[in-house]
């Protein structure tokens, strides 16, 4: 492996790890029997619920933002390693054809 995959694959790996810890920190978009059970619903202000709500927002952005180049960079480490596998001496099958070809002709 280059010396590309293996940073390409570490800040994947860390992206992953942000992902899983970003996702499971959001809020659920139910919250209403959440907040009657533990009694939260009459201590809120308006003014926490809208500054809760504006972090929600940022916190999402960031969580999209952070998943798309999770995978530009799956797609980036997929291209790098096919391209890795394929080496210049790909076309030696095809010459080796070539010279049996030649060569079964000429004995007969």
């Known amino acids: 492996m280059t010396i590309l995959q293996y940073i390409i694959g570490?800040?994947?790996l860390v992206l992953a790890v942000v992902l899983i810890?970003?996702?499971t920190r959001q809020q659920g978009k139910r919250k209403g029997l959440e907040?009657?059970?533990s009694g939260n619903s009459s201590t809120n202000s308006y003014l926490n619920k809208t500054e809760?709500?504006?972090?929600g927002k940022k916190?999402?952005?960031w969580t999209v933002y952070c998943s798309?180049?999770?995978v530009v960079l799956?797609?980036?480490l997929y291209t790098v390693t096919s391209l890795a596998k394929r080496s210049?001496?790909?076309t030696t099958s095809d010459t080796s054809a070539e010279t049996s070809s030649v060569a079964s002709e000429t004995q007969e």
Do not use: H, Q, W
């Open 88 to 90: 210049p001496n790909d």
């Open 21 to 23: 810890f970003m996702i």
């Open 35 to 37: 907040n009657v059970i």
């Open 74 to 76: 799956v797609i980036a």
């Open 59 to 61: 916190f999402e952005k």
């Open 10 to 12: 570490s800040v994947i």
């Open 52 to 55: 809760a709500a504006k972090k």
């Open 68 to 70: 798309i180049v999770f």
